[in-house]
């Protein structure tokens, strides 16, 4: 699910993105269940459109059936591309929250972290992993 390989990173990092994985999962899993159907209900609906193209098709019921199964599969699709942006935006807000919330990060630390997710969200993930590891650090030193 995360865009990162969380092969090599420590126990903390690990724990912190599973935080984040549990806040944004029931979104995760309306999404899937929405792209499925989605997709099911538009090969369906090109299934028919073909033997309605290039067969003898008698039955218009069948014919105005197969169509609005196509019309709430595009429904479905548009809303499938909703709720990525909802997953998206729920982490990087889980993201801001945490870093916000740290204790252990001096406070301009925090606004660079912060303002380098906001202006490259695409590598917010990345950058929320460099916090995590940072703050361990900080806080293996603090413990010494």
Request: net charge positive.
């Amino acid at each position: 699910m995360l865009p990162i390989k969380m092969d090599h990173v420590s126990s903390y990092t690990k724990k912190e993105f599973e935080k984040m994985q549990r806040r944004i999962s029931p979104l995760v899993k309306k999404s899937t269940i929405f792209t499925v159907a989605s997709i099911s209900l538009i090969s369906i609906s090109f299934i028919n459109l073909y033997y309605l193209l290039f067969g003898h098709v008698s039955n218009m019921v069948l014919t105005v059936v197969f169509s609005v199964l196509g019309a709430v599969g595009m429904a479905l699709y548009k809303e499938v591309k909703f709720q990525n942006k909802e997953i998206y935006n729920t982490s990087i807000n889980y993201i801001k929250e945490r870093i916000m919330k740290s204790e252990i990060v001096p406070d301009y630390t925090r606004d660079r972290f912060i303002e380098k997710v906001v202006s490259e969200p695409m590598n917010a993930f990345h950058t929320f992993s460099d916090f995590l590891h940072q703050e361990e650090r900080m806080k293996k030193m603090g413990n010494s």
